[in-house]
């Protein structure tokens, strides 16, 4: 038997009340200390574009914005069906046919692109591809097979990236795979119990050895796994979430207050800064009229702060100047120190925004830019 080291934490809640910029660019309240030097920070930015994805680069400072008239070393692709990204390196699954599809491996850092069709070995088939992974050498994919109307069959395969051959493996499982995150060299997978008791588990893969090593019990309702920087593996529910240990595999529950909740259940996209905190898309319930808001939680403090679209920008900001519908991203620039916020606008489907803002303790609107596509996700150099 194993025995596991157990906390239990209390999650506190801040929503934020910010201030816009007069016509004359100076803030209507707040600090009126000198705004620090510039430095530049390029972004590489994918947005949705109809049935595309696509990037633009755009050259920002602390004070200005701008489209970057050169072409982006990343491909415009139909929208994938799947995507996971771990820091520079991104992994897309684009389905063909019902038995095959495409994955493509990106390294934003290096520019460096690999693409190749998969799954043509199983003939003709029903498949289904539920989640993807990847590391510096390898892309995994969990999938399933419908065998016959009342049979499926669950599998994770990998291919070895740095292999001239198209060369693969399967590993098969007991449950259907739902996500995957991959930290200290193995594959957490997140499965579910379709067919018996709808409960989730946990099943790690060594990533060396290929063998499962490990399966966890979590019980229902479980939304999302994700990785944090200290490679740490959250298991959010909608009242808590609990923070694994990838090493040690010892956990603890941070359990929410009463309407404390940081719903970051249905964020696709999250970015952590180098203190530890993320920025996601938040479920705004009751805190906004928008159906996601920008949202910063702190794992260190189980503080979440929520930044909604009413308390730093006008009503006419919002409805007019900008036509936001909705909150499609949200990161950081770790060198100008603002957060990035990716919207949609509502007057078109593939019509979209990119909102700096100063965040506390002086939160404060910087500028908009508009783009041709939503942003979904930003990469900062």
């Known amino acids: 038997m194993k025995t596991y080291k157990i906390f239990y934490v209390l999650l506190a809640c801040w929503v934020v009340f910010g201030c816009s910029k007069s016509e ?3 803030a ?8 620090p030097p510039e430095t530049k920070a390029d ?35 139909t929208f994938p069906q799947l995507t996971y990204t771990d820091g520079v390196l991104m992994a897309l699954y684009q389905k063909k046919t019902p038995c095959s599809g495409r994955i493509m491996a990106y390294d934003f850092k290096e520019d460096l692109s690999q693409e190749m069709e998969v799954f043509s070995d199983l003939g003709d088939c029903n498949l289904t591809a539920n989640a993807i992974a990847r590391s510096e050498d390898t892309f995994f994919v969990a999938y399933q097979l419908e065998v016959t109307s009342k049979a499926t069959t669950y599998f994770v395969r990998f291919w070895d990236l740095n292999s001239e051959e198209s060369e ?11 996500q995957m995150v991959i930290a200290n060299n193995r594959l957490f997978i997140l499965t579910l119990d ?11 893969m060594d990533t060396s050895t290929n ?17 944090t920087p200290e490679k740490d593996i959250i298991i959010s529910y909608d009242e808590l979430h609990t923070t694994l240990d990838s090493a040690t595999m010892s956990f603890e529950y941070t359990q929410y207050g009463e309407d404390t909740e940081p719903n970051f259940t249905e964020s696709d996209f999250d970015y952590f800064d180098n203190t530890g ?46 036509e936001i519908e909705s909150t499609s991203m949200v990161s950081y620039d770790e060198e100008n120190e603002l957060i990035l916020i990716g919207y949609k606008k509502s007057s078109g489907d593939s019509k979209g925004g990119l909102l700096r803002i100063k965040p506390l303790p002086n939160p404060e609107f910087i500028d908009n830019l508009d783009l041709d596509g939503i942003p979904i996700q930003i990469f900062v150099e």
Do not use: C, H, W
């Open 24 to 26: 004359d660019g100076g």
């Open 28 to 35: 209507l309240d707040g600090d009126n200390s000198p705004n």
């Open 43 to 77: 972004y590489t930015l994918l947005l949705q574009k109809e049935e595309m994805l696509t990037s633009s680069l755009l050259n920002a400072g602390a004070e200005v914005i701008t489209l970057n008239p050169s072409e982006s070393p990343f491909p415009d692709i």
């Open 168 to 178: 693969f493996m399967d590993v098969e499982l007991d449950k259907k795979p739902v």
């Open 194 to 204: 379709e067919e018996i008791t709808d409960e989730y588990s946990l099943s790690v």
């Open 211 to 227: 063998l499962l090593i490990y399966e966890m019990d979590l019980g229902f309702d479980v939304r999302r796994i994700f990785k």
């Open 277 to 322: 905190k993320m920025y996601y898309q938040m479920l705004s319930e009751s805190n906004s009229i928008y159906p996601l808001i920008p949202a910063v939680y702190d794992f260190n403090e189980n503080l979440a702060v929520l930044y909604a679209f009413e308390n730093f920008l006008t009503e006419a900001q919002r409805n007019v100047e900008f």
